[in-house]
Structure formats: C-alpha cells, structure tokens
C-alpha cells in the first residue's frame, strides 16, 4: 500500500502515451475514463473498427508479436464460457449485447 500511488501514477503514464501516440487514428477507441472517476490504468483496452482501418484486430495483435510487443485480445465474455452454459444472461437489450458485438470481432 506504500507505493500504490506511485504504481497507479506509472500506470496511468503508460496508458497516457499509448493514447498521445495512436488516439487521434480513426477507427481507434481507448476505453474511456468517465467523469468523476479515475482508473489505475491496470489494464489498457482499445477498441479496433476494422472496417475503417482496413485490417483486423488480431493482424495488428501479429504485426506487434513480430515486434516482440505483447497484446491479445480482451477475454470471452463470461456468459459465453462454457462453465456459465445454461446460467441466465441479461444483455443491455433484449436482442443485442455490447459484449456479444464487442467479442465477435475475433470471431
């Protein structure tokens, strides 16, 4: 707990040049920080629109391997898990889920 600050305070200028360098590309989405909140920037997560980039997520998940630069993609929502098969699911809507438009980008 000494040093938790100094490590949310690194974490966030990593996350704060991952956006100074690819934030303005179209097609590009960093997940957003919301009003009145502040994340420790544990994890940063973009979104990728292929159709306006013209390639696909996991195309730039290779091209940064070959770098030796380490990034996949996010985890599978877990109602789609086979451990959570016939556990009840509520999606945003009755008939769309962000979560289910979000993963099926890798698909």
Excluded at 27 to 35: L, R
Excluded at 74 to 81: D, F, N, R, S, T
């Amino acid at each position: 707990m000494e040093v938790l600050d100094e490590r949310v305070k690194a974490r966030r200028a990593v996350f704060n040049r991952y956006v100074q360098a690819l934030g303005d590309i179209e097609g590009v989405q960093f997940m957003p920080e919301w009003e009145g909140t502040m994340s420790n920037s544990w994890l940063t997560t973009l979104t990728i629109y292929q159709q306006m980039l013209g390639v696909t997520p996991m195309d730039i998940i290779n091209a940064l391997a070959e770098e030796n630069i380490e990034a996949c993609p996010v985890w599978k929502p877990l109602h789609l898990q086979l451990v959570f098969n016939g556990v009840t699911y509520y999606p945003h809507q009755e008939s769309w889920s962000v979560f289910d438009e979000l993963f099926a980008i890798w698909l």
